[in-house]
């Protein structure tokens, strides 16, 4: 095709427009099969392609024939190519970028439930009252009991991580979760958790914005998004197409993300917490992981340094003098997702302290670019237990090859990567791993999603 098309601008250039037409027909011909090769998801058959790519190249044989020259010809090849290098890559940029804006998005779905919820919480004070009557359980402290905290303002996506942490619990009743969220979200987070059944688990709603302690004085991350600069780099529209739509993703700077470098100030009688993204599904029994011996050290996770791009040096500056003194560049990273942290020992390290520290350090983002894990890279330093990959598999976000007994075998699958499961653009064969765990009977589901 792409020969046939150089043959078409030479045919042209020397007036032969029959041939330039009979040229164009066939280029049709072709893209017009590739294209219901792709509709109907199979490959094209001989059978299919034989004809055509017969009569397309005898036609190149006739203009061959022709007798144009062969620099002509060369000339006209290299031209042709080169726009479509171009035309390829301006394409893959505006492909990275859609898909970025599409991730950050909240689908009309999920906005229409949050709406419906929210509104019930406003209507209802019978619900904002017994929010007060559970708001001192002793529960909610009790350091027998089994405690997982989530930051999200993800109502469906925080409910799926519930109820597969709950439908694969021995003893459900011994399950605390810790939820905070943001104030737009928080009526309808407490809605959904008043009013569905968690088979006598324990769910805590918290709302950050109360959190008064967390200011700009104290946290180096507040101090930035009150930063008019850093609220147009990471807020503004996409302007400058020379930066990564992914190192302007707003959720780098967002407090609910942040959030995890201050557990121990969130739940300060708390001694051990399971941490969970909103985009995870439990798969098996967590309550192990609160008898795992982490070796005195603060944070239990999953390495990821399989492949060489996951050591530190992929994610933090090393020509620094201060990193390359300090840190190893061949250390192996870990994943943020299914952590289990000794908060008594991350209060002995004073482990935030450390964290502001190094944000303190990188005001001008030269030591990382983005996202929370290399300041956490940099703060458990050390501190870090490494726990067997099977507790957590990451990945389904992006990749469409992982191993189907990995995935059987892990206690929790991570969607990390652009792919959410609620998007359209999930990747359609892990879906309904998550989907499972969706209380599809509920109202509000039906007439937001289903609908």
Request: one cysteine or more; glycine letters at 4%; a neutral charge.
């Given at each position: 095709m792409t020969l046939a098309k150089a043959y078409v601008i030479i045919a042209k250039e020397h007036n032969n427009l029959h041939l330039a037409w009979e040229?164009?027909?066939?280029?049709?011909?072709?893209?017009?099969?590739?294209?219901?090769?792709?509709?109907?998801?199979?490959?094209?058959?001989?059978?299919?392609?034989?004809?055509?790519?017969?009569?397309?190249?005898?036609?190149?044989?006739?203009?061959?024939?022709?007798?144009?020259?062969?620099?002509?010809?060369?000339?006209?090849?290299?031209?042709?190519?080169q726009?479509?290098?171009?035309?390829?890559?301006?394409?893959?940029v505006q492909s990275t970028l859609f898909g970025q804006l599409v991730a950050e998005a909240l689908p009309k779905s999920l906005h229409c439930l949050k709406v419906k919820l929210t509104?019930?919480?406003?209507?209802?004070?019978?619900?904002?009252?017994?929010?007060?009557e559970k708001r001192n359980s002793p529960r909610v402290i009790d350091n027998n009991l089994y405690h997982f905290c989530i930051f999200s303002d993800n109502v469906l996506a925080t409910s799926v991580v519930v109820n597969s942490t709950i439908s694969n619990a021995d003893h459900p009743k011994q399950l605390v979760f810790h939820i905070a969220t943001i104030g737009i979200s928080y009526g309808s987070m407490q809605v959904w958790f008043l009013t569905n059944d968690f088979k006598g688990a324990?769910?805590?709603?918290?709302?950050?914005e109360e959190f008064t302690w967390l200011n700009a004085s104290y946290a180096p991350v507040m101090k930035r998004l009150l930063d008019k600069d850093s609220r147009t780099y990471y807020f503004?529209?996409?302007?400058?197409?020379?930066?990564?739509?992914?190192?302007?993703?707003?959720?780098?700077?967002?407090?609910?993300?942040?959030?995890?470098?201050?557990?121990?100030?969130?739940?300060?009688?708390?001694?051990?917490v399971v941490f969970l993204d909103d985009d995870v599904v439990v798969q098996k029994d967590l309550t192990r992981l609160f008898s795992l011996d982490l070796h005195g050290n603060v944070n239990g996770a999953v390495e990821t340094c399989l492949e060489a791009f996951h050591r530190y040096y992929k994610y933090i500056n090393f020509s620094n003098p201060v990193i390359s003194s300090k840190f190893d560049p061949q250390a192996c990273g870990w994943a943020f997702g299914m952590n289990v942290f000794d908060l008594i020992a991350w209060r002995k390290e004073n482990v935030t302290a450390r964290y502001h520290y190094w944000q303190e350090q990188n005001g001008d983002l030269t030591l990382w670019k983005l996202g929370t894990l290399p300041p956490a890279l940099l703060a458990f330093y050390g501190l870090t237990e490494t726990l067997d990959r099977r507790w957590h598999v990451l990945g389904l976000g992006y990749d469409m090859n992982i191993d189907d007994r990995l995935i059987d075998s892990a206690a929790v699958i991570h969607f990390s990567g652009n792919m959410k499961p609620w998007l359209k653009l999930a990747i359609g064969r892990y879906k309904p791993l998550w989907e499972r765990y969706i209380n599809q009977s509920h109202p509000y589901y039906q007439d937001c999603v289903i609908s």
């Amino acid at each position: 095709m792409t020969l046939a098309k150089a043959y078409v601008i030479i045919a042209k250039e020397h007036n032969n427009l029959h041939l330039a037409w009979e040229l164009s027909n066939k280029i049709k011909s072709c893209q017009l099969l590739l294209s219901k090769a792709a509709k109907r998801g199979q490959y094209i058959t001989v059978e299919e392609a034989e004809p055509i790519i017969s009569s397309l190249s005898y036609l190149i044989f006739k203009a061959q024939d022709a007798h144009y020259d062969i620099s002509t010809t060369m000339m006209t090849m290299k031209s042709h190519i080169q726009a479509l290098e171009g035309r390829t890559n301006a394409a893959t940029v505006q492909s990275t970028l859609f898909g970025q804006l599409v991730a950050e998005a909240l689908p009309k779905s999920l906005h229409c439930l949050k709406v419906k919820l929210t509104n019930d919480w406003l209507k209802q004070p019978p619900l904002q009252n017994h929010v007060e009557e559970k708001r001192n359980s002793p529960r909610v402290i009790d350091n027998n009991l089994y405690h997982f905290c989530i930051f999200s303002d993800n109502v469906l996506a925080t409910s799926v991580v519930v109820n597969s942490t709950i439908s694969n619990a021995d003893h459900p009743k011994q399950l605390v979760f810790h939820i905070a969220t943001i104030g737009i979200s928080y009526g309808s987070m407490q809605v959904w958790f008043l009013t569905n059944d968690f088979k006598g688990a324990t769910v805590e709603v918290q709302n950050i914005e109360e959190f008064t302690w967390l200011n700009a004085s104290y946290a180096p991350v507040m101090k930035r998004l009150l930063d008019k600069d850093s609220r147009t780099y990471y807020f503004g529209a996409y302007q400058d197409m020379k930066v990564e739509p992914k190192l302007r993703n707003p959720k780098h700077m967002s407090l609910l993300n942040h959030l995890r470098f201050y557990i121990p100030e969130v739940y300060p009688l708390l001694e051990k917490v399971v941490f969970l993204d909103d985009d995870v599904v439990v798969q098996k029994d967590l309550t192990r992981l609160f008898s795992l011996d982490l070796h005195g050290n603060v944070n239990g996770a999953v390495e990821t340094c399989l492949e060489a791009f996951h050591r530190y040096y992929k994610y933090i500056n090393f020509s620094n003098p201060v990193i390359s003194s300090k840190f190893d560049p061949q250390a192996c990273g870990w994943a943020f997702g299914m952590n289990v942290f000794d908060l008594i020992a991350w209060r002995k390290e004073n482990v935030t302290a450390r964290y502001h520290y190094w944000q303190e350090q990188n005001g001008d983002l030269t030591l990382w670019k983005l996202g929370t894990l290399p300041p956490a890279l940099l703060a458990f330093y050390g501190l870090t237990e490494t726990l067997d990959r099977r507790w957590h598999v990451l990945g389904l976000g992006y990749d469409m090859n992982i191993d189907d007994r990995l995935i059987d075998s892990a206690a929790v699958i991570h969607f990390s990567g652009n792919m959410k499961p609620w998007l359209k653009l999930a990747i359609g064969r892990y879906k309904p791993l998550w989907e499972r765990y969706i209380n599809q009977s509920h109202p509000y589901y039906q007439d937001c999603v289903i609908s």
